[in-house]
């Protein structure tokens, strides 16, 4: 069962459920840190902003969930994006990230931050050749990052590549910071609030509840878009699922690690109530595939009372991450004939930075201001060749996995999204859905997107 380090002892947002149909400027679905930072700034500019959380309080779902790392260093990509992108395109995707940070740290008190280094670092000889590359990509965009052997880690590495001077966060306690400053400057949030219809023709969203919602503009700020069939993304999105634990500590890091070995670790720690949290994830594999995912707990225990010395971890959780087939975000319109539904998505495990960009770029459009990342990260970019070869790849997926379902699990409840059958998994104690990544709680209700209806138990 997950208990995640994030959401111990947090003090959620008192929030009311919306009781009746309305009209707005711009209506947010989700309350993660993508929703509510678009929220806030928007409301900054007077904009009238509506905002509609599924769950209880805001920032207890995929936020809460998360690593709270907040720094532009995001795993090996700036070799990978100069084979796709421009030299100038992939800076870009750097200076967005740093300059999102470094405006949002300015309304945010030192007790929710803390400035830490950020290291990737590896053990292997295909890893080292790996950071070899990207620290030429680094020095060919001139991206701070110097190259190093002194860590402090308990086990010998071949090489890290280090970014000083980043920041790490309480991802829960950050966000319900601006959600407080969103309402402050007028927003107005609801939660216990589901969407359950988008109808683009009548800038119409509908609840559980069938009350109605009239927009101007339309942000999907859900994670995965509950609306993915208008711009493909339902065939554009891969889904992994990684896994995180965390125990009691003496002491603090002053960096923070991600392995680029396979399968890759990451490192962190936290204070909590002044008590120091050694934080240790990793491992990955495509959402709803697996039956027993306490195996991969079980390996990061191990792994944290062997290698580090430490208790064993009494939080566990997950994350689930979209990935685009350019590994950048889509951020921006749907589609060009619905330039009025905003969609951000595809965060690829780095969704906390990739959220304070993409409510910059959101709340821009929106206010008719050109930002400088608007069309790396438009979710109608050219990148025909490898957009093309993933969606082949995962409508053979979706459709292989649907038919197996139909053919071996013939008593499991069908996702509510598109029918596939879900796969309970024993060790979260969830029903999984392989096509999509909808996940579902034992009782059935809706955990994870796309679906929005709970799953018929009976």
């Known amino acids: 069962m997950q208990n995640s380090l994030w959401l111990s002892g947090i003090e959620p947002l008192s929030l009311n459920k919306l009781s009746t149909s309305l009209n707005c400027d711009v209506c947010i679905v989700g309350g993660g840190l993508t929703g509510v930072y678009t929220a806030y ?54 200076d967005a990230n740093q300059k999102a940070i470094d405006s949002a740290l300015q309304s945010v008190n030192s007790d929710i931050f803390q400035k830490v280094d950020s290291y990737l670092y590896s053990t292997t000889d295909q890893g080292k050749q790996k950071l070899q590359d990207e620290l030429e990509a680094y020095k060919l965009l001139n991206i701070p990052g110097l190259e190093t052997l002194e860590t402090e880690l308990p086990f010998d590495i071949n090489t890290a590549i280090k970014i000083e001077n980043t920041s790490q966060i309480h991802p829960t306690n950050f966000t319900l910071h601006f959600a407080k400053l969103a309402l402050k400057e ?68 002053k960096g923070q690690y ?6 890759s670790r990451t490192i962190r720690t ?51 991450d979209p990935d685009t087939a350019d590994s950048i975000p889509y951020v921006g319109p749907i589609t060009a004939n619905e330039s009025n539904i905003y969609i951000a998505t595809g965060y690829r495990k780095w969704g906390l930075s990739n959220s304070l960009v993409a409510g910059e770029i959101i709340s821009s459009a929106i206010t008719k201001v ?46 509510t999204h598109l029918g596939c059958k879900t796969r309970w998994n024993e060790g979260d104690e969830t029903w999984d859905c392989p096509c999509h990544g909808s996940r579902f709680d034992k009782n059935g209700n809706v955990i994870e997107g796309p679906a929005v209806y709970p799953l018929d138990l009976k």
């Open 41 to 94: 700034l928007l409301a900054k500019k007077g904009v009238n902003v509506v905002l509609l959380e599924a769950n209880s309080s805001v920032a207890i779902a995929t936020t809460g969930h998360s690593t709270g790392k907040l720094t532009p260093q995001h795993d090996a990509i700036f070799a990978k994006l100069l084979k796709s992108f421009s030299e100038e395109e992939a800076r870009t995707y750097f």
């Open 186 to 253: 007028g927003a107005n949030l609801y939660s216990n609030t589901r969407v359950t219809k988008v109808v683009p023709d009548n800038n119409t969203i509908y609840t559980e509840d069938e009350l109605e919602v009239s927009f101007n503009h339309l942000v999907l700020a859900t994670h995965y878009p509950i609306e993915a069939i208008k711009g493909l993304q339902i065939a554009k999105l891969s889904i992994e699922r990684s896994y995180l634990t965390a125990t009691k500590n003496t002491e603090l890091l």
């Open 370 to 415: 050109k930002h400088p990342a608007e069309e790396i990260y438009h979710p109608s970019r050219n990148q025909f060749g490898i957009t093309m070869l993933r969606m082949f790849n995962l409508i053979g997926f979706m459709t292989s996995n649907l038919a197996e379902g139909y053919l071996t699990r013939i008593d499991a409840p069908k996702c």
């Open 258 to 263: 991600l392995s680029v070995d396979s399968p």
């Open 270 to 320: 936290a204070l909590i109530n002044n008590q120091p949290y050694f934080i240790y994830g990793g491992s990955s594999h495509k959402a709803g595939t697996v039956e027993d995912t306490q195996l991969y707990y079980d390996t990061l225990e191990n792994e944290v009372m062997s290698k580090f010395d430490l208790p064993k971890p009494e939080f566990h959780w997950s994350a689930q």
